[in-house]
């Protein structure tokens, strides 16, 4: 799943990545660390653990745009070097379909932590290939 979303994410939205700003291997190491504890456990246990109690309709719409809503906010309170991406419309559509695969993956699975995993995944593959530069 991870692949496949990131394939569609350069297709949408290619500069996304920078190949030529690619972290080293330390920093990379440290984005890594950080990066299972927030976002992907900390928003995956709000957005799926908490705001899905079960796959229906209704929750996972709530699960959705909450999820969505939450990047933006970020960008306005914390994560101010983020807000012209956080705030575009492609990426804002980028992470309703991350967040709609970490509900199946975490319904599929019945454990959070294959939603926590593809989560990290994303955020440090994109990372590593020259992205997301205002974490770390």
């Known amino acids: 799943m991870a692949i496949g979303f990131a394939l569609v994410a350069v297709t949408i939205k290619p500069d996304l990545i920078s190949l030529d700003q690619a972290p080293s291997l330390q920093e990379l ?7 299972v504890f927030v976002p992907a456990f ?3 246990l ?8 079960v796959i229906s309709p209704f929750w996972l719409t709530v699960s959705i745009t909450l999820f969505v809503a939450w990047h933006p906010l970020e960008s306005v309170t914390h ?4 807000k012209s ?10 992470v309703a379909v991350l967040g709609n695969l970490c ?17 990290w995944l994303v955020v440090v593959g994109w990372r590593a290939a020259g992205g997301a530069r205002f974490v770390v």
């Open 79 to 82: 994560l101010h070097n983020a």
């Open 29 to 35: 190491a440290i984005v890594a660390l950080i990066a």
């Open 85 to 94: 991406l956080f705030t575009d419309l492609s990426f804002l559509f980028l």
């Open 46 to 53: 709000v957005f799926r653990g908490l705001l899905l109690p």
């Open 103 to 119: 509900a199946f993956a975490y319904h599929r699975s019945q454990s959070l932590w294959s939603a926590v995993y593809l989560h």
């Open 42 to 44: 900390g928003e995956e």
